[in-house]
């Protein structure tokens, strides 16, 4: 905290991972601009140091969407900018996986911030979905192509035509969600997804990230050179010989 401001992304550092959560109260964590900013800045320290990320949001709201205060005020220049578009696509190329504890509600830009994460995770409160279109805009942060991805097309269409909000029980059911969790041991089970992904290797893990993120025609062969370049390495013979020797014991 700085010149007594109340930082508007709070982060928590761990050896294996980092918290960050959204903390804009006021305004029901909507992602402004500083809290971009602050999101590039995790960037630049997790793509430097790579680690888990575990993305929440304070007070019961993952991130009600981008800040339409601000949005009203933008124009076409800074659509082409895509200020929210980069932030997310840096988030979801990091090199450890990323993961979404999403309480309450996500909206908008806020769903598009939980879509760019690999894992996702919810409460019976969660409420999801893009109602773009209803305030004369597209979901232009992801949603369009990553949520295809996540659901199909036939889902991802029905979602951003219409805006529909999914609640917590639909997120899990359309494969959004992948669990659900009170709200008071949400975080707890985000560390629980951390500590299982942090017991195993992590370039084994980095490289099965890259992987699942690579586009279609990228694949087999992809996997074959990742493949490759663990097979050449001490921890791989050290993990199977621990395996081998505790079948054994």
Request: glycine letters at 8%.
């Amino acid at each position: 905290m700085t010149d007594g401001i109340r930082p508007s992304l709070r982060v928590e550092r761990r050896d294996d991972r980092v918290v960050a959560m959204l903390d804009r109260p006021e305004a029901r964590n909507a992602i402004d601009l500083a809290i971009v900013d602050a999101l590039h800045a995790l960037c630049v320290e997790l793509e430097q140091d790579p680690r888990i990320l575990i993305l929440t949001g304070a007070e019961g709201v993952f991130a009600s969407g981008a800040d339409i205060a601000q949005l009203r005020d933008r124009r076409a220049a800074d659509a082409r900018q895509g200020i929210n578009t980069h932030a997310f696509e840096r988030i979801a190329a990091l090199p450890m996986p990323v993961i979404a504890a999403v309480d309450g509600w996500a909206l908008g830009g806020g769903a598009e911030l939980a879509y760019a994460a690999d894992l996702r995770i919810g409460t019976p409160r969660t409420r999801i979905g893009n109602p773009e279109t209803g305030l004369g805009i597209i979901a232009a942060a992801g949603a369009t192509w990553r949520l295809p991805r996540i659901v199909g097309d036939a889902r991802a269409a029905e979602l951003l035509l219409t805006g529909r909000i999914l609640d917590a029980d639909e997120a899990l059911a359309w494969g959004i969600l992948s669990s659900l969790h009170e709200p008071d041991d949400l975080m707890d089970a985000a560390h629980g997804l951390a500590d299982r992904i942090a017991a195993h290797d992590p370039l084994a893990t980095r490289h099965t990230k890259t992987a699942l993120r690579a586009p279609a025609h990228a694949h087999p062969a992809i996997e074959l050179e990742l493949q490759a370049e663990l097979f050449e390495r001490p921890e791989k013979i050290e993990r199977m010989t621990r395996f081998l020797e505790r079948r054994r014991g």
